[in-house]
Every structure is written in structure tokens, then in C-alpha cells.
């Protein structure tokens, strides 16, 4: 347990249960993952790859069949650990009887601000979401995109140090995404871990650092977007490999991952290329192919996601 | 620190209630309430200004009545003892009625999820919810029986304090059957279902108090001590309407005690059960 991780999730497992059926639904699958506090992450994933779930894992909406999810050291469960957390959920629904200042007012007095704070933080966050004169206006009346800033000002109202957004720019037009980004963008250098669940290649490439994509609910890559696409890289195929030598590899590696014929390694440079193979040597492995790469974050989606197996 | 937290709980409580008695009125059932009510107690205005009230009430006071004082007294009493048990079985329909979609409401996705990302207990709020859905027919309670009982007063020049044990008795009882209508919401997340079972538990009740006269016609063992069981579990929908009727007729040997504790042993059972299931569902 570490308090320098805004998020750290250990072996996270879902299993849905329909009412009145038998068949069951993996929605995670042994998901270990950490966050560096005051990073920007990107969680990416195929529709149904599980990210909308791993994220409710974390605001307690959804419980675990097993694992855990610790918000800065504390256990999600614990009111306590969503204090600091701010999240915006994929197809919110606002009360539509409720102006954009009651609506802001009615969420903050639930993240626990007293009423003289709610009072003088409203406008100012109406005003950097840009819907100063629509205080009090009635939100059924907002446009797509007005909800999705009114849902970001209600997410940053209490100067939140983990912002969680669910495809936060689903449905919106390109300057209604760009409206967003420039908002998001203030908070660079806040120090507030800014965690995108997305499934917008662009998106998560333009504003995040980090990366971890899902796939049919199993964790199959995740590290630095710089190192992944970095300009050139090398990619080192080899055989299958014992446990101890995929963690030798985990940590020298920009991405590992496990294909149909056996695991892909992304290297950021020659050295670690090298390092990489002495590690699958070592281990009695057969290297199948050393490639130099130059991939775009958009390759190495689609090269993980089509793959079988995750690493 | 404690005292900030409890500050902290405090203010997510009332936002809470604020929120829910925001949505009421937005959907129309809190005017709605008020509304009828203010229909029915025009509806009294009316009545006690026709010839026949206003003749009853002299009949009972001609002098050759051996005591017309007691008389009207007693004409007054029972007409007060009818009219609460009127309005506590009116207004308990009527708010079962309006509150039925103020759980499924707030179950929706995309509105749950954010709400359990605060940093509060979900049992806050539940139970936030459901004080805000008792205040909403609090209110409307206490418009509609004080208001009636000042047309009576007024009326007949006797003020009967006790009629407005219907107030307390009336919010007694729909806090019992909210109960299950938020076991119901929470459960199924439908309103119609919830409104289906609380009147069914009301219609039942009815039914199960009956006891005195079914047992009779029962002829085996088993099925006597089924209805007996049946009426101790359901809550006492009619034994405490019956009850308040007759404490507002001076009844001292009316025993309020039993449906009492009886009613509001199933009304917590049910909201525990409510808020343990609540407690571990997924939304």
C-alpha cells in the first residue's frame, strides 16, 4: 500500500450475475494496475473490455468479486478515500429540475464543502467551464456539450486530487472536445491525477502520459505513451517464458504482451532491446524476430487488441 | 475533527432532503398533494355549510333532548372520529401514491453511480431519501388535518385536540408502508410494483383483522394459526386507524400499543432488508 499511487488496483475481478439467470458475465479478470499520483492516465479498451467497470470499482458503485482498489493508500470502499476524487460518469444523468447552480451546490454539499465555500467556488467554476450567465438556468435546457462542462464543474468543484472521467467526450462535437481538452489542460501542473477511461485513441494520445488498455477484461498492456510510440523502438518476439522472467521483463520493457504465438516485447531503445533478449536467453526462450518500430499509439491499440491472450 | 465530521454529515443529510423535496415539487407530486388536499378541504367547507349539517346540529340541540349539551358533544365527537379515520386512510393512499417514484428515480444509471462517488455511506443515503419522502407528506399531513380541524372547530365551536392525533398516527403508518415501498424500489426499482404492494398490504391488512370473525369459519388448526401469523407480520394498516378513531371518541380501553410496535417492527424489517441489499448492489 502505497500513498504516492493515486490509484493501485490489485488483482481486480468482476463477475456479474444477472438476476433470475444462470450465465454469468467476466467483466475484469485479475486487473492489477497502479497510478502515479499527479499523472495524466488513459485507460483504453474495445466496447465491452471492461474500463466502465473498473472505473465504478473505484467510486464503490460496482463491488469486486475479488481484489482490491485502494484510492491514495485508503481502501475505495471507505467513504473517507473518495473524498479527494472527483468523477464524471459515462451517460450521467443530472437532475433535470435542478438549475446548474443547484446542481453544483447539491454535489458539493455531498463531497462534504460547507455552504459559505459552495457559495464563492459555484461561479467560479461555471466560469472556467465557460457557463457563467447559465447559473440559473435549468439544466434540461443544457445542450450536449454544456452538460458534459457542467458535469466537469461539478467534478472539480471541491479541488479534487483524482479526477476519474468516463468517456468524457462521448457524443460531442469536435469544438465541444476541444472545450474539454482546454479545461482539462488547466489542471496541468495542479498536481491532480487526471484518470481518462476513453476508448478515443486521439484523446488519450494528445492528453495523457500513461496508458493501460483492457481487453475482454484482462489488463493487456500498460505503461509511458512516450515510451510505446516512442519514435523508434524495437519489438522482440520470442517464445513463451516462465513467471520470474515476464517480471524481469515488466520491468525493463516499454509494453509486454502476450500474443496467440507467444509474447511481444516493446523496447524503447537498443540497450533495453539487448537487455531484453538476455533476459529471454536466460530463460531458455527462442527469439522469433527482432523488429524496429515507429508506432502510433492507434498500432499498438490495435496490435494488443487483437491479440488473444493479455499479458 | 468529530465535530467537523458530524457538521459534514449533517449538511449531506439536509442536501439529501433538500434534494428530495426539490424533486417532488419539480415532478408535480408535492402540488399535487397540496392540490387535492386543498380540494378535499374545500370539499368540507362546502359540506358543513349545507342544510343538513347545519340542521343535524340543531336537532341535537332542541330543548326537549334530555341532554343536548352531551348530545351535540358526542354528534361532534363521532363526526370527528369518522373524519380522522377518513383522512388517515386518504392520505396514506395519496402519499403512497406520490412517493412511489422517488426511489426508482434516483436508481437510474448515471445518476446512482455519481451519487456513490461521494464520500458518503449509502446507507446516508437511503435513509436521506426517504426522510426527504417523509417530510414531503409531512407537510402535506399537516395542512390537511390541521385545516379540517379548524373548519370543525370553527364549525361547531368544539375543538377537539385529539383529532389531530391523526396527524402523527396518519405519518406513523405511511412511514411503515414507505418502508416497503423503498424495499420494492430498491429491489425491483419500479414504482408500480411499490404502489401494487403497499396497497396490497393495506387491502390485506383490512382483510387479517378480521381475525375474530374468520377463526370461526375456519375449520383446521393450520389454517387459523396461518391467518394468525399473517396478521401479526402484516402491519396494522386498519387495527391503528380503527384504534385512533376510538381514542378520538375518548375510548380509554383502546389499545394503541400492539399495532404500534407490531407495524413498526415490519417497517424496520423492511427497510433493513432495503438497506442491506442497497448496502451491496451494484448500480
Known amino acids: 500500500m502505497t500513498t504516492d499511487c493515486a490509484i493501485e488496483a490489485a488483482g481486480l475481478e468482476k463477475i456479474y450475475q444477472p438476476r433470475f ?88 454539499a455531498l463531497s462534504g464543502m460547507e455552504p459559505r465555500d459552495r457559495k464563492r467556488r459555484i461561479p467560479e467554476l461555471l466560469d472556467l467551464v465557460g457557463l457563467k450567465t447559465w447559473g440559473d438556468a435549468r439544466i434540461k435546457k443544457f445542450s450536449k456539450g454544456m452538460l458534459q462542462r457542467l458535469g466537469l464543474a461539478q467534478a472539480l468543484i471541491h479541488k479534487p486530487k483524482l479526477l476519474l472521467l468516463d468517456e468524457p467526450t462521448d457524443g460531442v462535437d469536435p469544438v465541444g ?42 489488463l493487456a498492456l500498460q505503461g509511458k505513451i512516450s515510451s510505446l510510440v ?59 524476430s527482432v523488429t524496429a518500430t515507429n508506432s502510433s499509439l492507434e498500432d499498438v491499440f490495435i496490435r494488443v487488441t487483437r491479440s488473444e491472450k493479455a499479458a | 475533527m468529530n465535530e467537523e465530521l458530524t457538521r459534514s454529515r449533517l449538511n449531506v443529510l439536509v442536501a439529501l432532503i433538500a434534494d428530495t423535496f426539490e424533486e417532488a415539487r419539480a ?39 334530555a341532554r343536548p349539551v352531551y348530545n351535540i358533544h358526542k354528534f361532534v365527537n363521532v363526526s370527528y372520529s369518522w373524519t380522522s379515520l ?42 436521506g431519501r426517504y426522510m426527504g419522502n417523509l417530510l414531503v407528506v409531512a407537510l402535506n399531513h399537516v395542512y390537511l388535518i390541521l385545516g379540517i380541524w379548524l373548519i370543525l372547530g370553527y364549525k361547531t365551536s368544539i375543538w377537539e385536540p385529539r383529532f389531530l392525533l391523526a396527524i402523527p398516527i396518519s405519518l406513523f403508518m405511511f412511514a411503515v408502508l414507505l418502508c416497503v415501498v423503498v424495499l420494492v424500489g430498491v429491489v425491483f426499482e419500479s414504482s408500480a410494483l411499490s404502489v401494487m404492494l403497499a396497497v396490497a398490504l393495506m387491502l390485506l391488512s383490512t382483510l ?28 396494522k394498516v386498519y387495527d391503528l386507524g380503527y ?27 423492511a427497510l433493513g432488508v432495503a438497506l442491506s441489499i442497497f448496502r451491496k448492489r451494484d448500480f
Open chain 2, 243 to 269: 384504534t385512533m378513531k376510538q381514542i378520538v371518541l375518548y375510548d380509554r380501553q383502546a389499545d394503541w400499543l400492539t399495532p404500534v410496535w407490531t407495524s413498526a417492527a415490519f417497517g424496520i424489517a
Open chain 1, 21 to 108: 439467470r444462470n450465465r454469468q458475465i467476466r467483466a475484469l479478470s485479475n486487473v492489477s494496475l497502479q497510478v502515479p499520483a499527479g499523472v495524466k492516465f488513459g485507460l483504453l479498451g474495445p466496447n465491452g473490455a471492461g474500463k466502465t467497470t473498473f472505473v465504478k470499482i473505484l467510486v464503490s458503485a460496482v463491488r469486486p468479486t475479488a481484489g482490491t482498489a485502494r484510492l491514495f493508500g485508503k481502501h475505495a470502499t471507505e467513504p473517507e478515500a473518495r473524498r479527494p476524487v472527483g468523477y464524471l460518469p459515462e451517460n450521467h444523468r443530472f437532475p433535470t429540475y435542478l438549475t446548474a447552480n443547484g446542481m453544483l451546490d447539491f454535489y458539493s
Open chain 2, 27 to 65: 415532478r408535480w407530486l408535492f402540488w399535487g398533494l397540496f392540490g387535492l388536499s386543498t380540494l378535499l378541504i374545500g370539499l368540507f367547507l362546502f359540506a358543513l355549510n349545507i342544510d343538513l349539517s347545519v340542521g343535524a346540529i340543531s336537532v341535537m340541540d332542541l330543548p326537549q333532548t
Open chain 1, 230 to 288: 516512442a519514435g523508434r523502438g524495437f519489438q522482440v518476439a520470442c517464445s513463451p517464458l516462465p513467471g520470474p522472467a515476464m517480471d524481469r521483463l515488466r520491468e525493463i520493457a516499454a509494453s509486454v504482451s502476450v500474443t496467440e504465438d507467444g509474447i511481444e516485447v516493446q523496447t524503447e531503445s537498443r540497450e533495453r532491446a539487448n537487455a531484453v533478449i538476455d533476459v529471454i536467453r536466460g530463460a531458455g526462450g527462442l527469439i522469433e
Open chain 2, 208 to 235: 387479517l383483522a378480521q381475525r375474530d370473525f374468520v377463526i370461526r369459519l375456519l375449520d383446521s388448526e393450520w389454517s387459523r394459526q396461518l391467518w394468525m401469523v399473517l396478521y401479526w407480520i402484516v402491519p
Open chain 2, 86 to 127: 377518513f383522512l388517515y386512510i386518504w392520505g396514506t393512499f395519496l402519499a403512497i401514491f406520490a412517493s412511489s417514484g422517488l426511489i426508482p428515480s434516483v436508481l437510474e444509471p448515471g445518476r446512482i453511480s455519481l451519487l456513490l462517488s461521494k464520500p458518503l455511506q449509502r446507507t446516508t443515503f437511503l435513509l
Open chain 1, 177 to 218: 472536445r476541444r472545450e474539454i481538452r482546454d479545461i482539462l489542460d488547466r489542471l496541468t501542473g495542479t498536481g491532480v491525477t487526471v484518470f481518462i477511461n476513453s476508448h478515443l485513441l486521439s484523446e488519450v494520445e494528445t492528453f495523457c502520459e500513461y496508458v493501460a488498455i483492457l481487453r475482454k477484461g484482462e
